[in-house]
């Protein structure tokens, strides 16, 4: 089909990402066939009325995809589709179902491969690319700390990018934060659930957890009041959008109460900001309010891929900075220059702006069936995060319903993972592991089905 012609005109992006759309497009609704002889290159270019680099870059990209064939002499042609993948039916799910991991889902429509594969073509293909490949600044190198603050300034506003580093992941982030903020011994305000992570940094650093209480909406601003009254915190953790793990968004109202707390107690707050980017109407962070007192981490783990170690850090200052770049140096010395440079190529080229969209979808249709599947039950959740917080129904207890699930084959997080003093009767539920819908619907019918029963109905014995 010598004659065909993308219709691109709709499309937003490069043009020629919008050209492989199209292909791809024309490939699923059958109207080109495999086999199909496509256009000469410089033909589509005069028919599009564009560059010949621009259709030439779409056909490497959509020969990276697999999407077509190309014979010297002869053209390029489509290529045959490539064989589904085989979902395992119910009979077959009898091994292990994993809702203990909180990763992002990995959805087909982000198209993950292909863009990384994109990214590294292009990357290679750029002058000085080698010379990206040496060690670099613990803070990362300039381009990379440009893109990021071009990433976090959507969210905080305008940046300065020597007060953006690039860390590799959260996790060495948050030690880093921890030992520029707090002395062994200083008080920690962290919610009474808090992440895992931050609780294991804080006491390789020799911090004193205190619990803040929260509710359905988050931190309690009066309950961190009479924390800093009672405790003079240096610091305060927090998880504000898509709390990990209860799910709470803090209002817009409650952001500002709590920045005004810790500047009048001059308390330093330390964002998690990991699901940030995944609800569409999530308010200002607190860094956009009180970026003056704030460190603010924005990992790429959980809104595009776990592979991408990758966290962007906005220090409260220039010279704040300096020092984390010195921490981070001896806590992981730099980030990965090549996972650094794709995401930064992702961020330019509009890539990860779509992954991000297509895991929000994805999450919007798994929660969807969470809520399917576990009806009527005490569940704390939001359309487009990747966990559910679900209280236990009386009389379970956590550890009994952990070890029923473990020999169901099912692994969740008892809240104990979470409390920082008593525990309450709840899990956390992760529904991006699975790897689709039909998994994720059978792992979640063994909880239901589980839960259904009291204790004392089951029994392991035969």
Same mark, same amino acid.
């Given at each position: 089909m010598e004659s065909w012609v993308p219709t691109i005109t709709a499309e937003a992006g490069p043009k020629y990402r919008a050209i492989v759309r199209a292909l791809a497009g024309d490939i699923r609704s059958g109207r080109l066939v495999p086999g199909t002889r496509l256009p000469p290159q410089r033909t589509l270019a005069k028919l599009l009325d564009v560059d010949l680099t621009t259709v030439t870059r779409a056909f490497n990209e959509a020969r990276r995809a697999g999407l077509i064939d190309a014979a010297v002499g002869r053209g390029s042609f489509v290529r045959g589709p490539a064989p589904a993948p085989r979902n395992p039916g119910a009979a077959e799910m009898s091994g292990s179902v994993d809702f203990s991991m909180n990763m992002p889902p990995q959805p087909a429509e982000a198209r993950l491969a292909e863009r990384m594969e994109g990214a590294l073509a292009r990357l290679t293909g750029a002058r000085g690319f080698l010379d990206r490949m040496q060690y670099q600044d613990s803070a990362g190198t300039m381009p990379d700390r440009a893109a990021a603050a071009e990433w976090l300034g959507r969210r905080l506003g305008p940046v300065p990018v020597q007060r953006v580093l690039v860390g590799a992941g959260a996790q060495a982030a948050l030690a880093a934060i921890l030992s520029v903020t707090l002395k062994p011994g200083d008080a920690l305000c962290v919610p009474a659930l808090t992440y895992p992570g931050l609780r294991m940094a804080a006491e390789r650093r020799g911090a004193r957890l205190v619990p803040v209480t929260s509710d359905a909406e988050g931190l309690v601003p009066e309950a961190l009041l009479d924390a800093c009254r009672a405790h003079r915190p240096r610091a305060l953790? #927090?998880?504000?959008? *898509?709390?990990? @793990?209860?799910t709470a968004t803090l209002p817009a109202a409650r952001r500002a109460a709590i920045a005004e707390i810790a500047r009048s107690h001059q308390v330093a707050i330390i964002e998690d900001d990991a699901y940030g980017t995944l609800p569409l109407d999530a308010p200002r962070p607190l860094a956009a309010i009180a970026g003056e007192i704030t460190w603010h981490i924005a990992t790429l783990s959980k809104c595009a891929s776990p592979g991408l170690r990758i966290a962007y850090v906005a220090a409260p200052g220039t010279n704040e900075a300096v020092r984390l770049a010195a921490e981070l140096r001896a806590i992981s010395l730099m980030a990965s220059p090549l996972a650094a440079a794709l995401a930064s190529d992702w961020i330019r080229e509009g890539d990860l702006d779509d992954v991000v969209a297509a895991i929000r979808r994805e999450n919007g249709r798994r929660q969807a069936i969470a809520r399917e599947m576990l009806g009527d039950l005490d569940v704390l959740a939001h359309p487009a995060g990747q966990h559910l917080w679900l209280r236990l129904p009386a009389p379970w207890r956590r550890g009994e319903f952990g070890a029923h699930a473990r020999q169901l084959g099912v692994? #969740?997080? *008892?809240? +104990?993972?979470?409390? #920082? !003093? @008593?525990a309450p009767e709840a899990?956390? #539920?992760? *529904? !991006?592991? $699975? @790897? +689709? !819908?039909? $998994? *994720?619907?059978?792992g979640l019918s063994l909880l239901a089905n589980l839960l259904a029963h009291p204790p004392g109905a089951i029994s392991t014995i035969v």
């Open positions: 953790y #927090v998880v504000p959008t *898509l709390d990990n @793990p209860t692994s #969740v997080v *008892l809240s +104990d993972a979470f409390s #920082v !003093g @008593p899990i956390r #539920v992760s *529904l !991006g592991a $699975a @790897p +689709d !819908g039909e $998994a *994720l619907r059978y």
